[in-house]
């Protein structure tokens, strides 16, 4: 599949301003042309902004890719219930940082893309949920909030608008991956145990405290204020067909110069890592997880694959969050697999059997494997295990669990195989356990 790069420079529209610190600040916000796009929607009628983002094609940056606008259509137009909107800053997948950043150099215009999508959507309530650890970025989120209330922003009447009533609070996490998932987030910000709901209902019908809600991460709402004010044109001229726009892929690992990097959706992987500086020492590529761990590695040979999801799954993997690990040829594929299949395990709510039993099965066999105690029907269990988790529990956690380890052993079985073979790890470069 050839992608459909419609842009032929590099914008960052997204990040222009983030080495600027008054940036940050309502004041050097607005100097910039924040708070104009809110004013813009607030002209137009609430469905005209949905349906706008809907024909922008603007995708969820939060993992799952799913179209922003539709999303915000699903919220009941005729209701006597308050609704909610989440921003879901809860970035506890490894290899991901560009949500910290967001909080921490522009969370005004995260906060102008809520305040867009409550006109849209008749909410009058926002939570941003915050992952525990993020103690920084949820003060600067919080020191934000209060200066568009001191500004009337925000509370009665935003901007002058009569009747556009909207409060923004931020929630602190308490340190689970499970709370990223958004019907476990729901639980969580309710003060209840972070375990995902069985759907239907889905959100938009009962969701945050009863109340139809909508959750979006809030990379997602960065990107609204852009497409209103600049046009559905602009927005779909940048990136590829089908995943429209920019994101911003943090690459980590074996790379001279990690980092957040806003690119067009589609840039290939291999333009990415020269911007990282590429691989370190001059080493040699082995492989590339390309948007967290929970998302099957791409081996060296795919380096010339445009990043985004239509051609990501082509190659059995997706962008989830733009979260990219690299891995040099030093790189043990079995301590990786040990790595990844310790996180699910430990972080597995416990509420699905498969779940809870599946990711400590793939840790144990993974941990016999990289001691030198494996044995070759290891390999035939564990390359059974995935079909066995995905699609079989409440929410996707237990694929995510599934795919990293299945892709681990369909690129780089000849590791697993030479671990048993040899009874200790052929790597001796390799990062230690």
Excluded at 234 to 246: A, L, P
Aim: glycine residues 12%; aromatic residues 10%; charged residues 25%.
């Amino acid at each position: 599949m050839t992608p459909v790069i419609t842009t032929p420079y590099v914008t960052n529209y997204l990040t222009e301003h983030f080495a600027d610190d008054g940036y940050r600040t309502l004041k050097g916000y607005e100097a910039k042309g924040g708070y104009q796009a809110i004013r813009k929607a607030l002209r137009m009628e609430p469905d005209d902004v949905a349906a706008a983002v809907k024909e922008s094609g603007l995708r969820g940056r939060g993992g799952a890719g799913f179209s922003c606008g539709l999303k915000w259509s699903f919220m009941p137009k005729e209701t006597d219930q308050m609704k909610v909107l989440i921003a879901n800053a809860d970035e506890s997948e490894p290899g991901s940082f560009k949500d910290r950043i967001i909080l921490e150099r522009g969370p005004h215009v995260m906060l102008e893309g809520i305040l867009i999508a409550a006109w849209a959507t008749g909410s009058s309530r926002a939570y941003i949920y915050v992952r525990g650890e993020y103690a920084h970025p949820a003060d600067c989120a919080e020191r934000a909030i209060e200066e568009l209330y001191r500004a009337g922003y925000l509370g009665r009447n935003c901007f002058g608008k009569k009747g556009f009533d909207v409060d923004i609070y931020v929630h602190r996490g308490a340190g689970a991956y499970i709370c990223g998932e958004e019907t476990g987030l729901l639980e969580s910000l309710e003060g209840k145990k972070g375990q995902p709901r069985k759907k239907p209902p889905f959100p938009a019908q009962y969701g945050a405290f009863g109340l139809p809600s909508t959750v979006n991460n809030i990379e997602t709402f960065a990107h609204v204020p852009f497409i209103i004010d600049r046009g559905v044109d602009w927005f779909r001229g940048i990136g590829t067909e089908k995943s429209t726009g920019t994101t911003i892929f943090g690459v980590s690992g074996h790379v001279e110069r990690p980092g957040l990097f806003e690119l067009p959706l589609g840039t290939p992987l291999r333009e990415i890592l020269g911007h990282a500086g590429g691989v370190r020492h001059g080493r040699a590529l082995k492989g590339v997880i390309p948007g967290g761990v929970s998302m099957p590695i791409l081996p060296a040979s795919d380096l010339d694959v445009p990043m985004a999801d239509e051609f990501l799954a082509e190659r059995g993997t997706h962008l989830g969050t733009g979260g990219m690990v690299v891995m040099d040829e030093t790189t043990c594929m079995v301590r990786v697999a040990c790595v990844v299949s310790y996180f699910f395990r430990d972080e597995s709510c416990g509420q699905c059997t498969q779940c809870r039993e599946g990711t400590g099965w793939m840790n144990r066999i993974c941990q016999r494997i990289e001691e030198g105690r494996g044995v070759p029907a290891d390999l035939e269990v564990l390359g059974d295990l995935p079909g066995m988790l995905e699609g079989q529990t409440i929410c996707a956690f237990a694929d995510a669990a599934a795919w990293p380890i299945g892709g681990l052993l369909r690129h780089f079985r000849d590791d697993f195989e030479a671990h048993i073979r040899e009874r200790k790890c052929p790597f001796p470069e390799s990062f230690e356990l």
